[in-house]
């Protein structure tokens, strides 16, 4: 026990959001990329069903203001991108042609999900423990 109340669960933390807010604007930037028909996605989002242009639209404004919020360390920031994690998961399976986002594999998402609960539990469970 003494050993986690050692661990920089804090720092680690907020390098942690600061590291999925790049990815996260990376996410959003490339959702506006297949909105807006740049480089090879000229036609993908004309062309794509209904279903998946509503995903499209949503994932690049929610990944965009997710980033924004997670740069900034504001606790809605991480809702926003837990939310968007939840339903890029939950959309994984159920929208045909779904393969356009950059991560394809659901338990990749909630991998980093899961590191950022323990982080977090760990920063406030030790947060007054000096070492």
């Given at each position: 026990?003494?050993?986690?109340a050692r661990?920089?669960?804090?720092?680690?933390?907020?390098?942690?959001?600061r590291v999925?807010?790049?990815?996260?604007?990376?996410?959003?930037?490339?959702?506006?990329?297949?909105?807006?028909?740049?480089?090879?996605?000229?036609?993908?989002?004309?062309?794509?069903?209904?279903?998946?242009?509503?995903?499209?639209?949503?994932?690049?404004?929610?990944?965009?203001?997710?980033?924004v919020g997670?740069?900034?360390?504001?606790?809605?920031?991480?809702?926003?991108?837990?939310?968007?994690?939840?339903?890029?998961?939950?959309?994984?399976?159920?929208?045909?042609?779904?393969?356009?986002?950059?991560?394809?594999?659901?338990?990749?998402?909630?991998?980093?999900?899961?590191?950022?609960?323990?982080?977090?539990?760990?920063?406030?469970?030790?947060?007054?423990?000096?070492?």
């Amino acid at each position: 026990m003494e050993a986690l109340a050692r661990f920089p669960f804090e720092k680690t933390r907020i390098v942690f959001m600061r590291v999925m807010a790049a990815v996260w604007m990376a996410e959003g930037l490339f959702a506006w990329a297949i909105i807006l028909g740049i480089g090879p996605y000229e036609t993908v989002y004309q062309n794509s069903a209904l279903q998946m242009r509503l995903a499209i639209s949503g994932f690049a404004l929610f990944n965009l203001i997710a980033s924004v919020g997670l740069w900034m360390l504001a606790s809605w920031g991480a809702v926003i991108w837990l939310l968007t994690i939840a339903m890029a998961i939950i959309l994984d399976g159920t929208i045909a042609d779904s393969n356009l986002d950059p991560i394809e594999w659901p338990w990749v998402y909630a991998a980093l999900a899961l590191v950022y609960l323990i982080l977090l539990a760990g920063a406030r469970r030790f947060r007054d423990v000096k070492p």
